[in-house]
């Protein structure tokens, strides 16, 4: 797929990951993008930044069905169809399950899971309008290796990386492919917890995924051939992956102490 003209939507486009997907669409020849995303400002400042661009801002959450209804409804008005969904926005609050707040939990379920499945539903008529239509969609690494105190974050990641299998077989007449990245531990707002450590580059990221959405790669699977290994132990042997989990518990539960990125 070439990105060179091509419309597309991001949530989640003014900081971390997102941003640097942004960044790289516009090296690589794209000149409207919708944005949706919170912070007003921080929306604005795309169009500083990339002056090249034609933004559609839509600010509010993903969370409201009427922002992702007004968002499809913007795109129609605006530009007919779309070629690029890129379900990005994300949050996080990891904890034991029975200390996560209520709110907390709906929360991550409807901005991380809730919104990707609606937001698609209807972009759909507009990606098929369009001549060549990628979805991508960012899940992560804990979306493949379930862990404890990451239960609700794992769960909805998981779920994205079902939805992006399901989609892409539903999806493949419309010659509309779904990729879906798992990122690690990546150098943003989310990890601020842990800057001390060393992390993947969000714009490494950006970069590799969107190289898998124009290939039309399945999966981008981040964190290399350690992680690699651990998915197959996971699913082939998850007994013995349980048991190296159980040597690290007091470590996993004081890594993940306080991490809450809403
Ligand atoms: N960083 C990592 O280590 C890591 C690892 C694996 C997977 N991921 C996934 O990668 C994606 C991007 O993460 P990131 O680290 O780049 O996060 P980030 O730096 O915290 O940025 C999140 C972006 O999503 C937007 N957003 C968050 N909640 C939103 C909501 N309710 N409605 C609309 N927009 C919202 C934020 O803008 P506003 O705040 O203005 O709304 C911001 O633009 C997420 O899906 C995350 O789960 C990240």
Known sequence: MDFEGK?????????????????ELVKNGVRHIAVIARDKQNLKKLATEFQEVKFLR????????DVLREAAARIE??????????????????????DISDEDLYDQVAVNLTAVLLLTKYCIPLLKSS??????????????????F????GSTKAAVRQFSDATRRELAP???????AYPTATDTDMMQKFKEREMDSPEMVAQRSL??????????????EKRLMENKMNFESPAKFDAQIAKNYKQWEEKSANHRAI
């Open 7 to 23: 419309k597309v939507l991001i949530t989640g486009g003014t900081r971390g990951i997102g941003k640097c997907l942004v960044e």
């Open 58 to 65: 839509i600010a509010g959450d993903v969370a409201d069905i």
């Open 77 to 98: 008005d605006k530009w007919g169809y779309l070629d690029i969904l890129i379900n990005n926005a994300g949050i996080i609050s990891a904890g034991p399950l029975e």
């Open 131 to 148: 001549e060549e239509a990628a979805i991508l969609n960012i899940s992560s690494g804990l979306g493949l290796l379930g862990m404890p």
């Open 150 to 153: 990451y239960t609700v974050y």
């Open 174 to 180: 419309h010659k509309i492919s779904v990729t879906c």
């Open 211 to 224: 190289e898998g959405l124009m290939k039309k790669e399945l999966h981008v699977i981040f964190g290399g």
